[in-house]
């Protein structure tokens, strides 16, 4: 088999390989464009090695195919979806195409942070047990479940990655190459190391040493070789968690030991088992202490029970238009090529073709910022246009400081109060939201409303009605006399059938639903 490639390459005729994501013991993660479908995925590309021979290869894609149909049954929203998984046929290459995630592996959570608190631990093992009880009531059985495989979307929400992929390649310890033993066989259960039977069990076992290492921040065992790790999952009694690291609660540690039975037998029941020993760690919704800043908090969605709603993409005339200016005629060619950019790009903001709509604004921003000056009406609306394209490609830590800093050149071109500055704090203020920033996101909204002279305007009582979800999500006690105030302006402004009010009202019944009082 010819090697997996170093540079970017055409998989399949239509997976355009962009860049390299990671690479791990069985191959290569690449962020990929499919030209057919036009939207990004990810691409896992195994490596060459791990099939031996011709014959080995033909049978091994009858198999691929038969576990990648499995694996696309897991309709859940904690496992990327699979999208295609077959041999490329000229390269030779085994392949299978998945849903782009954006988010961080616990692998390199725990190389940044080290052991982590105790309510993130249990929120990530909760929502692994979600994905591992849809998994094994089909029955399917991970194999390979390991903090590389365990991904932490911006959201919070957790992903499950490489379902069927260990099935596939066959990977127990007969054979997984020798690089492959430190990133596979920390994780892997006495039964598989003995060739003794794969059951959902087992996947309960590897997520005991998940637990375990994301508690203390060591791993259950660290073997020099498979030989070694092999003797210890199978003969060893673990550390316990409360040995190194006293500040865990009992009931905590004793669920992890019990994951880490030799026995199977000895173990949980089931991956629902599990989630029911978790609750009492998880937080409240209620509870909005703070947890680490950085990546996305997995304890996000048990504090936050509201989904927010993603705001639609707004039309082309949707954004106040500038005055125009005086200016040089050396200036008109840039201007045009601004208008003739800002013209393809949202054709294909249309067609949601948004890193295309970027590159094709950035290629004239660029030379149109060297020489036209900041405040420029038509540089400043490519600007807006360029911000808005990436905070609705899904690229919200990007977007948020060209929209703070859009807000502060519109409001020294046109003044603080001119509506276009309004629309860019508003911006930025929703690029919290979607980061999950959620005090920086309510103290961004506040000013604005500060800031604005008529909280009836139709502007503000949109603002309102974010600030409104947002408070509701966060388990504010404000939020239900927000969100009354604000229906009773969306039905003095628009009359009590209007989609908004109707939708602030539906947030009342629910937010009166979940008071204890």
């Given amino acids: ?235 060893e009694p673990p550390i316990p968690v409360g040995d190194l690291a006293p500040a865990v609660p009992e009931g905590l540690g004793a669920l992890v030991a019990r994951l880490l039975a030799k026995s199977p037998q000895d173990r949980p029941e089931s991956a629902r088992e599990v989630h029911e020993r978790l609750t009492p760690f998880l937080p409240r919704a209620s509870d909005s202490r703070p947890g680490p800043t950085g990546d996305g908090d997995p304890t996000s969605p048990f504090r936050h029970p509201f989904a927010l709603r993603k705001t639609p993409l707004p039309p082309e005339g949707a954004l106040p238009a500038l005055p125009p200016a005086k200016r040089p005629v050396a200036f008109e060619g840039f201007v045009a090529d601004l208008a003739q950019a800002q013209e393809h790009a949202w054709q294909l903001v249309e067609d949601e073709r948004f890193s295309q709509a970027l590159g094709v604004l950035a290629e004239a921003l660029e030379p149109a910022e060297q020489v036209m000056s900041h405040d420029e009406p038509e540089l400043l609306d490519a600007r807006r246009m360029y911000a808005v394209t990436m905070l609705f490609g899904g690229d919200a830590r990007g977007a948020l400081p060209k929209f703070t800093m859009l807000a502060a050149d519109l409001a020294e071109a046109y003044g603080p109060d001119d509506e276009a500055v309004y629309v860019m704090r508003l911006s930025a203020a929703q690029c919290h939201v979607r980061l999950g920033d959620v005090p920086e996101a309510v103290a961004a909204y506040r000013e604005v409303l500060r800031d604005l002279p008529d909280h009836r305007a139709p502007l503000a009582l949109e603002a309102r009605r974010h600030l409104g979800v947002i408070l509701a999500s966060s388990g504010d006690p404000t939020a239900s006399a927000e969100a009354r105030s604000l229906h009773a302006d969306l039905v003095a402004a628009h009359g009590p059938d209007d989609p908004r009010a109707a939708e602030v009202a539906d947030l009342i019944s629910r937010l009166d639903d979940n008071d204890p009082s």
């Fill in 1 to 235: 088999m010819t090697a997996i490639p170093t540079e970017p390459t055409v998989i399949g005729g239509r997976y355009e390989l962009t860049h390299l994501i990671k690479s791990g013991g069985m191959g290569q993660v690449w962020s990929a464009y499919d030209t057919t479908l036009d939207r990004p995925v990810a691409v896992k590309l195994i490596k060459p090695e791990l099939i031996e021979t011709i014959t080995d290869r033909e049978a091994l894609t009858v198999r691929f195919r038969r576990e990648a149909r499995v694996t696309a049954r897991l309709d859940h929203p904690g496992v990327p979806t699979v999208y295609d998984a077959l041999i490329d046929a000229d390269a030779e290459q085994l392949y299978m195409v998945m849903q782009l995630v954006s988010g961080t592996d616990l692998r390199d959570l725990l190389k940044l942070r080290g052991r982590l608190p105790v309510e993130w631990v249990a929120a990530i093992a909760a929502q692994v047990c979600s994905v591992l009880a849809h998994a094994h009531a089909l029955p399917v059985v991970h194999r390979d479940l390991k903090p590389g495989n365990i991904m932490i979307a911006e959201d919070g929400t957790v992903k499950v990655c490489d379902f069927g992929i260990a099935a596939i390649l066959l990977t127990d310890a007969t054979r997984v190459t020798a690089d492959q033993a430190p990133g596979t066989y920390n994780y892997m259960s006495p039964e598989q190391f003995l060739a003794s039977g794969v059951s959902p069990r087992s996947d309960l076992y590897s997520l005991g040493c998940v637990m375990h290492e994301l508690l203390t921040g060591d791993k259950v065992f660290d073997g020099t070789n498979q030989f070694v790790l092999m003797r210890q999952h199978s003969d």
